[in-house]
Structures are given as C-alpha cells and as structure tokens.
C-alpha cells in the first residue's frame, strides 16, 4: 500500500522558517520524482519545487532563493525548507511522487498540510 504523508504544516508568523516534511511508504515500488504543489484558497494548484532522483532541483519563481526542496532517498521522505514566508505562501501544500515498477510510472499524492502565514 503506498502512502505519502506530509508534516511540518501550521501557523507561522511573516518571516518565520518551517521545514515540511514528507515520507512514502513505497512498498515494492521505487521512488524517482518528487514535488511539492501547493493550493492557496481560490487559486488553482501550481507545483512550488520538484526534484528527481539525481537532485537536481527545480522551482517556481515565486519561491527562488526562498525555498529550498531536499531528499534523503534511503529513507524515503522529502523535505521543503521554506525561508522568508510571506501571507501570500499561505496555501495547503501537498507531496506529489513518481513511483516506478519496472516499466511504469505512477503518480501519488498525500493528504496536504495547511501552511498559514499570518501574524
């Protein structure tokens, strides 16, 4: 059974530094591609932060020189260092995986974390 769950969520104040985390439960599968999307209220979902198996990394330009998205693939889980919050980061951000068996591709995705930037 594959799960992916995210932590590290909550209210932070303008400035403020929270690391997300997330961690698949990948059972026979292995994990190549891993991103964090986010959703604010009202607006569509956009990815904030990708990163392959090889780490190089990606991000929106919205997050650039704030964010920075990190794996330790021996143990499974991602994270997403957020720097600098502004209330417009304010959004329930998501883990989004790839996983691959044999010559498949799956995507997965877990339940979300709130993330309030206010003061």
């Known amino acids: 059974q594959v799960q992916l769950v995210e932590s590290g969520g909550g209210l932070v104040q303008p400035g403020g530094s929270p690391r997300l985390s997330c961690t698949v439960s990948r059972g026979k599968y292995s994990v190549e591609e891993m991103r964090w999307h986010r959703q604010a209220p009202g607006k569509q979902r956009e990815m904030v932060a990708q990163i392959p198996t090889s780490g190089v990394q990606n991000y929106a330009e919205s997050v650039k020189g704030r964010f920075t998205i990190s794996r330790v693939n021996a143990k499974n889980t991602m994270y997403l260092q957020m720097n600098s919050l502004e209330p417009e980061d304010t959004a329930v951000y998501y883990c989004?995986?790839?996983?691959?068996?044999?010559?498949?591709?799956?995507?997965?995705w877990g339940q979300g974390t709130q993330v309030t930037v206010s003061s």
């Open positions: 989004n995986a790839v996983l691959r068996w044999g010559k498949r591709d799956s995507d997965y």
